[in-house]
């Protein structure tokens, strides 16, 4: 059992930053995929950023050059850093993590942008 915890979300206008974190209750160390997902009312869940065994990082298109997926072993957490957030980044931001063929997810964390 892995259990996430997300945290650092709010409202932030248009143009602002934000930190999230996803506390782990276990070492990240061997979790070969983490990753953030987000969900928009009326959307269907998509990809944020996600780090892969070996330190692959992809990002979806929308969001590259504006937000940072990073992995702190020691804290167990991993973390994504949004800048130069907009208006159509507001969801619910959901951390995931896979391990041995399992997939667990957080509660989620509400980001909204004002414009």
């Known amino acids: 059992q892995v259990q996430l915890v997300e945290s650092g979300g709010g409202l932030v206008q248009a143009g602002g930053s934000l930190r999230l974190s996803c506390a782990v209750s276990?070492?990240?160390?061997?979790?070969?995929?983490m990753g953030w997902y987000r969900q928009a009312p009326g959307k269907e869940r998509e990809l944020v950023a996600r780090?892969?065994?070996?330190?692959?990082?992809n990002y979806n298109d929308s969001v590259k050059g504006r937000f940072t997926i990073s992995r702190d072993n020691a804290k167990n957490t991993v973390y994504l850093q949004m800048d130069s957030l907009k208006p159509e980044d507001s969801a619910v931001y959901y951390c995931?993590?896979?391990?041995?063929?399992?997939?667990?997810w957080g509660q989620g964390t509400q980001v909204t942008v004002s414009s």
């Open positions: 995931n993590a896979r391990v041995t063929g399992w997939s667990y």
């Open positions: 780090i892969i065994s070996g330190g692959t990082i």
């Open positions: 276990r070492s990240i160390g061997s979790i070969n995929y």
